[in-house]
């Protein structure tokens, strides 16, 4: 064989070694910005059994169209149906698959419901099938039952696992199956999404994808309003090459449903950066930046190093998602002086949107950093 021939099939082997990125679309600009971002596979739902029903989510038609052309780019689509399925809900849930089966033609389907499993099966669906986050396998021996009596092809592992609990499961993982490991976006103060806290207060089931986000409110204690459970956004940024070292790890997630296109594009770019470039400071540093860009709240490693554990709740700090440009001055004519470029069009949220005075204004024109940017509140 000629060299050129020898190195192009190394770049293949390579290339099927590395992990995929997956990345959220709760719309079609999310959808179209991880497109446009090189992501390797995009998740995302339909209007109905989705664990994400506060996204805008897809028609199986818009659907269908986007999966055209994100295979048409090489690109793979995964659709959740992962919601707890009621027994009156059976049926429905079979002609949902059945059609998505037949129309939009997925890459894998991600389930929480263990029933699903069986009826996705019996609507002829032959592709990859992914067990959520939701679905709680959390052990070695939990998975070593999965593989047992599922026909799954990979596990999500819940992002409260550290690196050698995800080792673990790794090492009990049967050939047939392999792991799935967020890597970026918001944690949740319950154990990844399975939490009773939003039904309780207001009959909205975060297990069916209807969560109020109860948790990023302000409470009161010994006379103190704080953010008391609102945590920060998982961030593995440049830890994520010890997750290279894990071949049952084929995809790194990124969390995001609910997030704008900005998020998503960013989020995959610098990604991409770690993966392919983790060795190059330059490029750590340049992932770094696009992650800031990104608009998340502050990152933490959360318990992905078992040595050193980061508490992800700052009662005192700031959980709000954005990127910080600066502090309203000027009393009765407030202004604000941008800590960097604000571009005609960039949308600037002034406080918290749980206190009476937060407001919204969108910038009509260009301002410098450090320039002046006159508000009206």
Same mark, same amino acid.
């Given at each position: 064989?000629?060299?050129?021939?020898?190195? #192009?099939?190394?770049?293949?082997?390579?290339? /099927?070694?590395?992990?995929?990125?997956?990345?959220?679309?709760?719309?079609?600009?999310?959808?179209?910005? &991880?497109?446009?971002?090189?992501?390797?596979?995009?998740?995302?739902?339909?209007?109905?059994?989705?664990?994400?029903?506060?996204?805008?989510?897809?028609?199986?038609?818009? !659907?269908?169209? !986007? #999966?055209?052309?994100?295979?048409?780019? &090489?690109?793979?689509?995964?659709?959740?149906?992962?919601?707890?399925?009621?027994?009156?809900?059976?049926?429905?849930?079979?002609?949902?698959?059945?059609?998505?089966?037949?129309?939009?033609? %997925?890459?894998?389907?991600?389930?929480?419901?263990?029933?699903?499993?069986?009826?996705?099966?019996?609507?002829?669906?032959? &592709? +990859?099938?992914?067990?959520? #986050? !939701?679905?709680?396998?959390?052990?070695?021996?939990?998975?070593?039952?999965?593989?047992?009596?599922?026909?799954? =092809?990979?596990?999500?592992?819940?992002?409260?696992?550290?690196?050698?609990?995800?080792?673990?499961?790794?090492?009990?993982?049967? %050939?047939?199956?392999?792991?799935?490991? /967020?890597?970026?976006?918001?944690?949740?103060? &319950?154990?990844?999404?399975?939490?009773?806290?939003?039904?309780?207060?207001?009959?909205?089931?975060?297990?069916?994808?209807?969560?109020?986000?109860?948790?990023?409110?302000?409470?009161?204690?010994?006379?103190?309003?704080?953010?008391?459970?609102?945590?920060?956004?998982?961030?593995?940024?440049?830890?994520?090459?010890?997750?290279?070292?894990?071949?049952?790890?084929?995809?790194?997630?990124?969390?995001?449903?609910?997030? $704008?296109? @900005?998020?998503?594009?960013?989020?995959?770019?610098?990604?991409?950066?770690?993966? =392919?470039?983790?060795?190059?400071? +330059?490029?750590?540093?340049?992932?770094?930046?696009?992650? *800031?860009?990104?608009?998340?709240?502050? $990152? #933490?490693?959360? @318990?992905?190093?078992?040595?050193?554990?980061?508490?992800?709740?700052?009662? *005192? $700090?700031?959980?709000?998602?954005?990127?910080?440009?600066?502090?309203?001055?000027?009393?009765?004519?407030?202004?604000?002086?941008?800590?960097?470029?604000?571009?005609?069009?960039?949308?600037?949220?002034?406080?918290?949107?749980?206190?009476?005075? @937060?407001?919204?204004?969108?910038?009509?024109?260009?301002?410098?950093?450090?320039?002046?940017?006159?508000?009206?509140?």
């Amino acid at each position: 064989m000629r060299a050129e021939e020898i190195e #192009t099939m190394d770049q293949k082997k390579e290339n /099927f070694r590395r992990p995929a990125i997956l990345a959220p679309a709760g719309s079609r600009p999310s959808f179209l910005a &991880g497109l446009a971002a090189g992501a390797d596979a995009i998740y995302c739902g339909l209007k109905q059994f989705s664990a994400r029903m506060e996204a805008h989510n897809f028609t199986i038609q818009e !659907l269908t169209a !986007l #999966t055209e052309l994100a295979h048409a780019q &090489g690109t793979r689509v995964y659709v959740a149906v992962n919601t707890l399925i009621k027994p009156g809900e059976l049926t429905a849930a079979g002609r949902l698959v059945d059609e998505l089966n037949r129309r939009v033609r %997925p890459d894998a389907i991600i389930l929480q419901d263990l029933s699903m499993v069986t009826l996705v099966r019996q609507a002829g669906y032959k &592709g +990859q099938l992914n067990l959520s #986050t !939701l679905a709680n396998i959390s052990s070695p021996s939990a998975i070593r039952w999965v593989g047992d009596h599922l026909n799954v =092809d990979r596990v999500v592992v819940p992002r409260e696992l550290d690196i050698d609990e995800v080792k673990e499961m790794a090492a009990a993982c049967p %050939p047939h199956l392999d792991l799935e490991v /967020f890597v970026h976006g918001a944690l949740c103060y &319950g154990v990844s999404g399975r939490c009773y806290w939003s039904s309780f207060l207001g009959g909205k089931s975060g297990l069916r994808g209807r969560c109020v986000q109860p948790c990023r409110r302000q409470y009161t204690l010994n006379g103190r309003s704080r953010r008391l459970f609102s945590c920060q956004d998982l961030s593995l940024d440049v830890l994520v090459k010890v997750l290279m070292t894990i071949p049952k790890v084929k995809s790194w997630k990124i969390e995001g449903r609910k997030k $704008g296109p @900005h998020y998503v594009f960013y989020t995959v770019q610098a990604y991409r950066m770690l993966r =392919d470039h983790g060795s190059d400071p +330059q490029a750590k540093r340049a992932a770094l930046e696009l992650l *800031d860009l990104a608009l998340g709240r502050k $990152g #933490t490693h959360y @318990h992905f190093l078992p040595q050193r554990p980061q508490n992800p709740l700052s009662a *005192d $700090g700031n959980t709000a998602s954005g990127l910080f440009v600066g502090t309203v001055q000027g009393g009765k004519a407030p202004y604000l002086a941008p800590r960097l470029d604000l571009l005609g069009g960039d949308i600037l949220r002034i406080g918290y949107e749980d206190e009476p005075w @937060h407001a919204v204004n969108r910038v009509g024109r260009s301002v410098p950093k450090k320039g002046r940017l006159h508000l009206k509140v």
